[in-house]
């Protein structure tokens, strides 16, 4: 590789489109790997959103060790094992890592070349995330699971979960380097994604 990797940061709220965009985004960029916070769930420490949001919002909170070992290793051109499927991934041209708060967390602040915050309206987000089939949400296939799961999920929307999702849209904001409409298509996104990165990096 002729250049340092490129770290790419995707953020947004979750329903935002970030999987998404990020699949099609290392098809459109090729010679490029992908990380989700979602594969190191088990590693992860999460604040309680009440108390995150009372405490001052610090992004610090988030402690995502392994995937931060992992992100500055392969930044380092070393090798990693991915933490679900035990393949080894090696170091590409490209990293696009799913990072809710851009540049916000200090261990990866000087890792990241580029932040990406999908703009989605939060009520899109939150229903699209709510139209997602899966064991905390079942749907047809566990009526009863899915509305006592439903009427939970909203009711903590509705007690702290939107202002939780300021709170965080907030601090990318700040310090993100593109800011994408995320009413637009997948394919429109990556576009100008693919567009401000190549500028970026023909500077």
């Not at 490129?6 to 459109?28: D, M, N, W």
């Not at 139209?131 to 007690?159: A, C, M, Q, S, T």
Request: proline fraction near 5%.
């Amino acid at each position: 590789m002729n250049r340092p990797i490129f770290v790419i940061a995707i953020a947004g709220h979750s329903g935002a489109g970030k999987s998404t965009v990020i699949e099609a985004l290392v098809s459109r960029l090729g010679n490029a790997n992908s990380l989700s916070l979602d594969s190191y769930e088990s590693s992860s420490t999460y604040p309680p959103a009440a108390k995150w949001i009372e405490d001052g919002a610090d992004p610090n909170e988030f402690q995502i060790p392994q995937f931060d070992a992992d992100v500055l290793a392969l930044k380092n051109g070393k090798s990693i094992i991915h933490p679900e499927t035990g393949l080894e991934i090696r170091p590409d041209c490209f990293l696009i890592i799913e990072e809710p708060f851009g540049r916000g967390r200090d261990s990866l602040h000087n890792l990241i070349d580029f932040v990406v915050y999908i703009d989605t309206p939060i009520e899109v987000a939150y229903a699209r995330k709510l139209l997602r089939k899966n064991e905390f949400l079942p749907w047809e296939d566990n009526p009863g699971v899915f509305i006592n799961n439903l009427r939970e999920n909203l009711l903590w929307y509705l007690r702290v979960g939107r202002s939780f999702y300021s709170a965080v849209s907030s601090r990318v904001e700040k310090s993100c380097d593109l800011i994408v409409d995320g009413t637009l298509s997948a394919e429109e996104i990556v576009e100008e994604i693919f567009k401000a990165v190549t500028e970026k990096q023909d500077r």
